[in-house]
C-alpha cells in the first residue's frame, strides 16, 4: 500500500483547474521531484498532500499515522523563542526518539545550514527564517517529507549538504526546485504538473527533459490535425442547405461535439522571449580595482583585492553566506567606497543591476507601469515593441498586465523584474542571486540571453549548472577577505580550488556526540596516512620518493572505483523496493556508503597534495 496518495482530486481557485482530477501514489524510498510553470500549482498540491488545504473533490489517502513535515514558500508569522529552542520544542513536540539523538541532529543541521543557535528567529531575515524551518523538518525526519524550494537561500555548502540529507533519507520525499543539479542528484521520479494534469516519468531528470519535449511535439501536431478538421466542418456548415437535410444531421452533431473539445482544450502556455537590449560598447576595460579592501568592524569582507575585468568577461562570484558577495559588488559598482584602495570605471559603462531583493519593484504600480513608466513603447534589441506584446513575452496575462505588483506571487514577480533589467540598454549587467523563485523554462530562457549578450556580466549565484552553462571566470571567496580568480564555471572551480570556503566551523559542545564517523566507526579500512578514529593527517614530504610516486599513480584509479561505488550505492539507496526486499541491508550499505565518503575526501586532498609537490618540483 502507498504511504499517500491522491484519488481522482480537483481544486480551483476561481479560475481554470489547478488540479484536474490528479492521482498519485508515493512510495516509501521515492524521492519526487515536481516540476511545473510558476502559478502551475505545485505548491498548492504540497499543500494537498499535507492536509492544510481540502480539495473540491477526490480524496487524499494516506497510511494511519503516516508522519508529515515540510517546508513551505511561506514563512509562518508565529516563529518564537531561538533557533535551537524552537528546534526543540518542534523535534520533542514530534518525535520519540531519545533527547541527545534529537539535540544531535538539531546541531548538525544549525551547522551545516549556517544559523546562529542563540538567533533569535523573529529578528531574522524571510530567508533565514526559511533555513530555520528546513532545518526542523530535516529534524524531524517524517514519514514523508515536503520541500518547497528548498535551495533557495542556501550557499552552496549547504545545498551540498542538503543533497546528502536527503539522498540517505529512507523516508519517502516530494520537492520543487529550479536546481537542475539538485534534480539530478536527489530525484528518483520527476512528476510535472501541466495545466491541471499530472503525469509521472520514471527516470532521471534529462531524460524527462527530452521525453517531455517529444510528447508536446506530439501534442501540437494532434491540435494542429484537431484544428484542421474543425475548419473544414466549418466551412461546410456554412455552405448552408445540404447541412439541414436529415442525413446530415449526424455530420451537424459531430461538428457541435468538436466545438465543445476545442474550447475546453488548455494551450500549452507559450515559451517565453526576449531579448537584451545591449548599450553602446563600453571600452575594453570595464572596471579596475587595485588592492581594495573593506571590512565590517573585525570582519574582514575584502583584502587586498586586485583584479580588471574587461569587455564581455562573464564573472560568477561564488562563496559562502554571510562572507560579503553583494558587499563585494556594490564596492566594484561604486556604491560603496572602498577603506584602503582604489576602484576605477571605464568609459561608457552603462550598468542595468538585478536586485536580490525585491524592493525595485514598486508594488502601487501595475506590472506595466514597472516596466515601461506610462510609456507605451519600447526599444528590444532595436526595434520598436508594444509593452503590452512585451509583457506576453514574458508569460503574463493580460488581467496581470493592468493589476499591481502586489498579487504576482514570487516567482512573478522574479520575472517581471527580468522583464524590467531586459527593457534597459547595458552593457554592464549585474545579476544578485537572479535564479531563485524562476522555473526552469525562464531560467533556460535567462541563459541563452545571456550567453547572447555582448556586454560584461557580473553574476553572484549558487546554481551550479547556471554558473557552468553561463560563466567564463569565478571570482570566490577563500577565507579572511581574501578572494581569489579561477577560469571557467562551478565545476572548473571545484578542480582548481586550493580549499573548501563553505566548510562550517563547528559550534557544538565537546560534550555533543559528532554526526561524522571516522573509518573504524563505520566499520571500512583506515586510509594510509590517517589514524583511527582521527580527521585524516596528510604528510608534506618536500620531494616525491618512491613510494609517494606509486601512491599518486595510483590514487586517479582509486578515486574513479570509489566514485563508481559511491554511485551504485546511492542508486541502489533510491530504489523503493531496496527497503522492503533486502531491509537488513540497509543499514550496512548506509554505513559503507560513509565509510566512502570519508575515504574519498582522503584521497582527493591526498592527490591534490602530491600533485602540487610533483609541479613543485617541476619548476
Not at 33 to 54: C, Y
Not at 120 to 127: H, I
Not at 265 to 285: C, F, M, P
Request: some cysteine; aromatic content about 6%; overall charge negative.
Amino acid at each position: 500500500m502507498p504511504l499517500l496518495g491522491l484519488n481522482n482530486v480537483s481544486l480551483s481557485f476561481h479560475g481554470p483547474l489547478l488540479l484536474d482530477g490528479v492521482t498519485l501514489q508515493i512510495d516509501e524510498g521515492e524521492r519526487l521531484g515536481l516540476l511545473g510553470r510558476n502559478g502551475a500549482g505545485k505548491s498548492t498540491l504540497l499543500k494537498v498532500l499535507e492536509g492544510s488545504l481540502r480539495p473540491d473533490a477526490g480524496e487524499v489517502v494516506k497510511q494511519q499515522g503516516l508522519r508529515i513535515a515540510g517546508l513551505q514558500q511561506d514563512v509562518p508569522l508565529d516563529l518564537a523563542g531561538t533557533v535551537r529552542g524552537y528546534m526543540l520544542e518542534r523535534s520533542g513536540a514530534l518525535t520519540s526518539e531519545h533527547p541527545w539523538e534529537i539535540e544531535a541532529k538539531i546541531d548538525t543541521a544549525i551547522d551545516q545550514l549556517g544559523l546562529e543557535p542563540e538567533a533569535v528567529v523573529a529578528t531574522l531575515s524571510a530567508g533565514s527564517k526559511r533555513r530555520v524551518l528546513l532545518a526542523t523538518a530535516l529534524t524531524l525526519d517524517p514519514d514523508v517529507l515536503l520541500l518547497d524550494e528548498p535551495t533557495n537561500h542556501l550557499d552552496l555548502g549547504a545545498i551540498l549538504f542538503l543533497e546528502e540529507a536527503l539522498a540517505r533519507r529512507a523516508g519517502a520525499l516530494i520537492f520543487v526546485t529550479h536546481d537542475r543539479s539538485f534534480l539530478r542528484r536527489v530525484a528518483t521520479r520527476i512528476i510535472d504538473l501541466d495545466r491541471g494534469a499530472l503525469r509521472s516519468y520514471r527516470t532521471d531528470y534529462d531524460s524527462y527533459v527530452d521525453k517531455r519535449e517529444e510528447e508536446l511535439r506530439v501534442e501540437a501536431e494532434q491540435a494542429a490535425l484537431f484544428d484542421k478538421k474543425l475548419a473544414q466542418e466549418e466551412a461546410w456548415v456554412r455552405r448552408g442547405i445540404k447541412a439541414r437535410r436529415t442525413r446530415n444531421e449526424g455530420r451537424v452533431r459531430a461538428l457541435q461535439a468538436l466545438r465543445l473539445e476545442r474550447g475546453a482544450r488548455r494551450e500549452v502556455t507559450g515559451k517565453a522571449s526576449a531579448g537584451l537590449q545591449d548599450a553602446e560598447r563600453s571600452g575594453r576595460i570595464v572596471l579596475k580595482a587595485e588592492r581594495i579592501s573593506y571590512s565590517y568592524g573585525d570582519a574582514k569582507v575584502v583584502r587586498d583585492l586586485s583584479t580588471t575585468i574587461v569587455r564581455g568577461d562573464r564573472i560568477g562570484i561564488i562563496g559562502p553566506n554571510g562572507c560579503g558577495k553583494t558587499t563585494l559588488l556594490k564596492l566594484l559598482l561604486g556604491e560603496l567606497s572602498p577603506q584602503s584602495g582604489e576602484i576605477r570605471t571605464g568609459v561608457r559603462v552603462e550598468t542595468a543591476h538585478f536586485e536580490q531583493l525585491h524592493d525595485v519593484l514598486d508594488e502601487a504600480k501595475s506590472v506595466v507601469d514597472n516596466v515601461a513608466d506610462g510609456r507605451e513603447m519600447l526599444t528590444i534589441g532595436g526595434a520598436e515593441r508594444h509593452v503590452v506584446g512585451y509583457l506576453r513575452d514574458f508569460l503574463f496575462t493580460p488581467e496581470q498586465i493592468q493589476g499591481p505588483v502586489l498579487k504576482l506571487s514570487g516567482g512573478e514577480r522574479k520575472r517581471l523584474q527580468l522583464a524590467r533589467i531586459l527593457s534597459r540598454p547595458s552593457n554592464l549587467l549585474v545579476l544578485d542571486e537572479p535564479t531563485n523563485d524562476l522555473d526552469l523554462e525562464t531560467l533556460e530562457l535567462m541563459e541563452d540571453l545571456l550567453l547572447e549578450f555582448q556586454g560584461t556580466l557580473l553574476v553572484v549565484s549558487h546554481d551550479r549548472e547556471f554558473l557552468n552553462n553561463v560563466v567564463t571566470s569565478t571570482l570566490a571567496y577563500d577565507g579572511d577577505g581574501a578572494w581569489s580568480e579561477y577560469i571557467g564555471g562551478y565545476d572548473d572551480w571545484v578542480r582548481q580550488r586550493k580549499s573548501d570556503p563553505y566548510a562550517r566551523p563547528n559550534r557544538r559542545n565537546s560534550g555533543a556526540p559528532r554526526e561524522r564517523a571516522s573509518s573504524s566507526d563505520q566499520g571500512g579500512s583506515t586510509p594510509e596516512g590517517m589514524s583511527r578514529g582521527a580527521e585524516p593527517t596528510l604528510r608534506k614530504p618536500k620531494r616525491l620518493g618512491f613510494k609517494e610516486t606509486r601512491e599518486l599513480e595510483a590514487l586517479p584509479g582509486k578515486i574513479d572505483a570509489l566514485e563508481a561505488e559511491k554511485e551504485t550505492l546511492f542508486k541502489l539507496l533510491g530504489t523503493p523496493t531496496f527497503y522492503t526486499t533486502r531491509a537488513d541491508e540497509v543499514a550496512s550499505t548506509k554505513e559503507r556508503l560513509a565509510a566512502i565518503e570519508l575515504e574519498l575526501h582522503f584521497c582527493m586532498e591526498r592527490w591534490v597534495e602530491l600533485e602540487s609537490i610533483r609541479a613543485g618540483e617541476a619548476g
